[in-house]
């Protein structure tokens, strides 16, 4: 079995009335950030959630029409490669011939023991809140994928107390997802990228959801939709993504559905999604011409229901261009 994590992540299995309530931790957005949404219910029983990933079948260069660099590959940067999501879309990245990829992180010393050793030579340093270390880290680059989130910390809380979180100063959503956000497309645009890919996450329609109300002003699912409606109307070709639940469950076996708007968040309970298919499918995003000035919100259809998705032209090919 996989190392756990700090948080264990519990994904409901089924919930009924009982004498006693508990405190269910369930997996929902994005690094880190979905370890520590919690909520207070009553339930039956809780199943764990197995870390563990694989790689979704490739689609070949000849379904995916590709802008090549006189090397004869596609330079591209993912931000945010320290967080678990990042860390798959490097690795994804560094396994493909078409792309020569990078991977930005704060700082290289941070990443050790998080980062695989062999995908350090990739790394390099940047911080959202600095553009000209931006700048820097994407000069070059044909396309950068955007995966870095404010992450809440947790606060003391007396024995029995429900957890309370907040974040660390200098690191609240609207600097690190917002200002941070339009920090890494007007970096993008100055340094010539193609084709900027940002993840997020469904729900940011509804400001009463949990992850809103985490923290002082902490509306992260809000700043981030001010970062992607920046981006769609920065001139930049463009790709947003907003996922369901992030689960650690095995990628690549499942069927995938889009749609828009958070239409689909109400769909098999809360929507969800191996975060191995949306490192894969941020990947292909690049790859693929019919994702680009696309937006969509994408779950993954319960294990069974359907086949699992190969062709992401096709799938790219249903989203619009609002979100």
Not at 183 to 197: D, L, P, R, T, W
Not at 279 to 293: G, H, I, S, W, Y
Request: charge should be negative.
């Amino acid at each position: 079995m996989a190392e756990q994590n700090p948080f264990v992540c519990y994904r409901l299995h089924q919930v009924s009335s009982c004498s006693q309530p508990a405190l269910v931790r369930y997996c929902n957005v994005w690094d880190g950030l979905e370890e520590i949404a919690y909520t207070m219910i009553a339930f039956s029983s809780a199943v764990p959630l197995v870390a563990g990933t694989r790689s979704l079948p490739s689609v070949s260069s000849s379904r995916a029409k590709v802008t090549m660099i006189a090397s004869g590959k596609m330079r591209t940067l993912v931000t945010g490669a320290a967080g678990r999501t990042g860390r798959l879309a490097l690795e994804r990245l560094c396994e493909r011939d078409e792309f020569d990829a990078r991977g930005m992180v704060r700082s290289k010393a941070g990443v050790e023991g998080r980062v695989k050793d062999e995908l350090h030579e990739f790394l390099v340093e940047g911080d959202v809140t600095d553009i000209e270390s931006l700048k820097a880290a994407m000069d070059g680059m044909d396309a950068v994928i955007i995966l870095t989130s404010a992450v809440p910390v947790p606060l003391p809380t007396e024995e029995g107390a429900p957890p309370s979180f907040t974040y660390a100063e200098g690191a609240f959503p609207q600097v690190i997802d917002y200002d941070g956000g339009v920090n890494q497309i007007e970096a993008a645009k100055s340094a010539g990228v193609k084709h900027v890919v940002f993840v997020g996450s469904m729900g940011s329609t509804d400001d009463s959801n949990m992850l809103n109300r985490i923290g002082p002003n902490g509306n992260i699912l809000r700043f981030k939709r001010k970062a992607e409606e920046y981006l769609m109307k920065s001139g930049l070709p463009f790709t947003v993504i907003n996922p369901g639940g992030l689960l650690n469950d095995p990628a690549g076996e499942r069927q995938l559905q889009v749609g828009k708007n958070d239409e689909m968040y109400t769909l098999y309970g809360r929507p969800s999604i191996p975060r191995g298919d949306v490192a894969e499918l941020a990947v292909q995003a690049v790859l693929c011409e019919n994702a680009k000035n696309k937006a969509l919100d994408v779950l993954a259809k319960p294990p069974g229901d359907g086949s699992q998705t190969t062709d992401f032209e096709a799938l790219f090919a249903q989203a619009g261009g609002e979100l």
